[in-house]
């Protein structure tokens, strides 16, 4: 009597699994269990790596921000404080980029920050 190979959705089970599993090395792309457990690992991370990639990128332009405060005599903590007082709400994304691309302006900013908090 031949073997039992599944049905179906067995298959199409397998095949969503292998799928998911291209481009790993060696076994893990080809057999189902390891590829199963190589697939749950990696959906895993990815979960985990979404939320962590809002913290590295906040935390990128925080350094940005400091270094540009610096240049500008001012120090991160006093530039936030400054800014929230004189009830300029630009976000941290928004001020490290216009301390990168539009010195300038962000010169500008600090000192608008620092008169506020003086």
Same mark, same amino acid.
């Given at each position: 009597?031949p073997r !039992?190979?599944?049905?179906f #959705?067995? &298959?199409r089970r397998?095949?969503? !699994?292998l799928? =998911?599993a #291209? *481009?790993f &090395?060696?076994? @893990?792309?080809?057999l189902?269990?390891?590829a199963?457990? /190589?697939? +749950? @690992?990696?959906? *895993?991370?990815?979960?985990r790596d979404?939320?962590?990639? #809002? &913290? +590295? $990128?906040?935390?990128?332009? %925080? %350094?940005? %921000?400091?270094?540009?405060?610096k240049i500008?005599?001012i120090s991160?903590?006093r530039?936030?404080h400054?800014?929230k @007082?004189a009830?300029i709400? =630009?976000?941290? @994304?928004?001020?490290s980029n =216009? /301390? %990168?691309?539009?010195?300038? /302006? $962000? #010169?500008? !900013? !600090?000192q608008?920050?620092?008169? /506020?908090?003086?």
């Amino acid at each position: 009597m031949p073997r !039992v190979t599944r049905g179906f #959705k067995a &298959r199409r089970r397998r095949n969503k !699994v292998l799928k =998911l599993a #291209k *481009g790993f &090395r060696g076994g @893990k792309s080809r057999l189902f269990r390891t590829a199963t457990e /190589a697939v +749950d @690992k990696a959906l *895993g991370y990815a979960y985990r790596d979404r939320r962590n990639k #809002k &913290r +590295d $990128f906040r935390k990128l332009w %925080i %350094i940005r %921000i400091g270094a540009a405060a610096k240049i500008n005599g001012i120090s991160y903590s006093r530039l936030i404080h400054g800014l929230k @007082k004189a009830n300029i709400e =630009l976000d941290r @994304k928004v001020l490290s980029n =216009l /301390a %990168i691309v539009d010195p300038t /302006a $962000f #010169k500008e !900013v !600090v000192q608008t920050a620092n008169n /506020a908090v003086d």
